[in-house]
């Protein structure tokens, strides 16, 4: 089975705090990505990645940065942590293609307080 | 650009009835479509996914979607609803971001299941 795992469940940090997410997969995929999950919005895509160090905006980058050193890793970075910012946050990797699925992760529920 | 529209964000059904739960996507080229369900304070799973093919597809846990390219739907069904479905479920279409591959979801729906 895929396996996609957050480090963290739930996290409490301070506004203006820098933050990593960390999301790892064990299945050798290609593509990882960063959504944001917020009621009533669905899932947002944050930023993706096709390989190591390469990385590609979705639709609301602003507020972060990511990085892949390794093709297993990928994480999200809040430089400077806001309200605005608590939000659940997904990570989910998949195959190349457009007729792969993604595999998601159990999910960092991040308040910013 | 591709997108989906899942109408109604709360659907309510008692146990035993039948779960219709909407998904019209808008494409220029032919879609590829996905269900996912996502129980509180978990991740996403699969439920079911259209990419050619048989239109009626077969997913996990009883549920089935059919893809209606006349009317740009890909509407998940089950015939008989468990407490266990209550869940919230999401309508994805796989599209080309600079030259990739990422899901567009649509903004979810929560399946009440009533005794």
């Known amino acids: 089975d895929v396996k996609v795992t957050q480090s963290s469940r739930y996290l409490v940090k301070r506004t203006g705090e820098k933050v990593f997410l960390e999301c790892v997969q064990d299945m050798d995929h290609e593509n990882m990505f960063w959504y944001r999950q917020d009621p009533g919005l669905g899932l947002r895509l944050i930023y993706f990645s096709y390989d190591v160090k390469m990385k590609e905006k979705g639709d609301i980058p602003e507020g972060y940065s990511v990085s892949r050193e390794k093709k297993e890793r990928f994480s999200l970075i809040l430089e400077s942590a806001s309200t605005n910012q608590t939000s659940m946050y997904l990570c989910?990797?998949?195959?190349?293609?457009?007729?792969?699925?993604?595999?998601f992760g159990q999910g960092t529920r991040l308040t910013v307080v | 650009a591709q997108s989906v529209t899942q109408l109604g964000s709360h659907v309510s059904v008692s146990e035993g009835a039948l779960v219709l739960l909407r998904c019209n996507y808008s494409?220029?080229?032919?879609?590829?479509l996905f269900w996912y369900v996502q129980y509180p304070n978990q991740g996403l799973q699969l439920l079911l996914k259209?990419?050619?093919?048989?239109?009626l597809v077969k997913g996990i846990n009883g549920f089935e979607a059919e893809f209606k390219k006349s009317e740009t739907s890909f509407h998940l069904t089950k015939p008989s609803a468990h407490m266990s479905d209550a869940a919230e479920y999401f309508c994805?279409?796989?599209?080309?971001?600079?030259?990739?591959?990422?899901?567009?979801f649509g903004k979810g729906t929560m399946l009440l299941v009533s005794p």
């Open positions: 494409s220029s080229v032919p879609p590829y």
């Open positions: 994805a279409v796989s599209l080309l971001n600079s030259g990739y591959s990422t899901l567009t």
């Open positions: 259209y990419t050619t093919g048989a239109t």
């Open positions: 989910a990797s998949s195959l190349t293609g457009v007729r792969s699925e993604a595999f």
